[in-house]
């Protein structure tokens, strides 16, 4: 599988988000975009318009922890460019509709799971998707210690389907980016361990490093 390093802007400053984006694009595969509605997780983040005002030569990896998202929604996320789009299997009551709506508009569909949740909720989606996130912290806040106990679900979904694109997100630095790499894991999304670095370039190379 081809590994790919997807820095989290969570961790980068929103008011120069382009500058910040461009000091890391050139040695990135995607830009992980969390957007949180305040209901599914606390905290409440930026919007499609926000997207659509980023200017990146990168894949965006959107990642929705928002309860229920809506057709008009998840349009919104299309139109502003996102490459991938994940909605958690915990917040949708139909993720079936959620995932065939973005395929259909030719996105890129990825289901993900909290770290309480088994992997057994979303066999029903792995022949649909084109990525599983499993999140190794509890979805919401950045600069969460990395749950190592999630380790068996990358390890089952990687027997379960050994060319699937499985992404890990939370806690991600070199030494447990090569933990989830052991377990299974070829998508890394990294916010602090990157954005909390003053030369970002040197950052994402010990990252790819840590996982080649």
Known sequence: ??????PSILSADFKKINEEI??????????HVDIMDGKFVPPTTVDSDFVKSIKSNV???VHLMVQEPSDDYLKGFVDAGASTITVHVEACKDSKHQINFIK???VKACISLKPKTPVEDVLPYLDMVDMVLVMTVEPGWGGQKFMHD?????EQLRRLKPKLNIEVDGGIDPTTASIAKKAGANVFVAGNAIF????????IKALQESVS
């Open 1 to 6: 599988m081809k590994i790919l390093i997807a």
């Open 22 to 31: 461009a000091q890391v694009e050139k040695h990135s595969d995607l830009i």
């Open 59 to 61: 894949p965006l990896d």
């Open 104 to 106: 259909k508009h030719k």
């Open 150 to 154: 999630m380790m068996p679900k990358v």
């Open 196 to 203: 909390g670095k003053k030369n970002r370039t040197e950052a």
